[in-house]
Nanobody, 127 residues
Framework: QVQLVESGGGLAQAGGSLRLSCAAS????????IGWFRQAPGKEREFVAA????????YYADSVKGRFTISRDNAKNEVYLQMNSLKPEDTAVYYC????????????????????WGQGTQVTVSS
């Protein structure tokens, strides 16, 4: 089992940056692909970015491509989401999620494919 804790959220101005972290417990972290999702008030949870368990493959939603970067450090059991050029529409609660994968290059972009979720961290971008 993997337990996930997000941190790094907060208030940023439009055009600014934030770096989210997702810390995982458990000795099998490196066997899991990790995804970031977000949910704004009144909206459904949406996919943001994903990374394979090896870190060799990444995938982004079109809305964040070129602005956000996902990375991981398996030695530290952590995954990061570097968010640059923030926009007010990026305001949401951000969640990290983990899914065990057999292949080192697999990643997922739908929430139902993930087995474990963190509690979320609030990101607010002011205009």
């Amino acid at each position: 089992q993997v337990q996930l804790v997000e941190s790094g959220g907060g208030l940023a101005q439009a055009g600014g940056s934030l770096r989210l972290s997702c810390a995982a417990s458990g000795r099998t972290f490196s066997s899991h692909a990790i995804g970031w999702f977000r949910q704004a008030p009144g909206k459904e949870r949406e996919f943001v970015a994903a990374i394979s368990r090896s870190g060799g493959r990444t995938y982004y939603a079109d809305s964040v491509k070129g602005r956000f970067t996902i990375s991981r450090d398996n030695a530290k059991n952590e995954v990061y989401l570097q968010m640059n050029s923030l926009k007010p529409e990026d305001t949401a609660v951000y969640y990290c999620a983990a899914a065990i994968t057999i292949s080192s290059i697999t990643y997922y972009s739908t929430a139902k494919q993930y087995d474990y979720w963190g509690q979320g961290t609030q990101v607010t971008v002011s205009s």
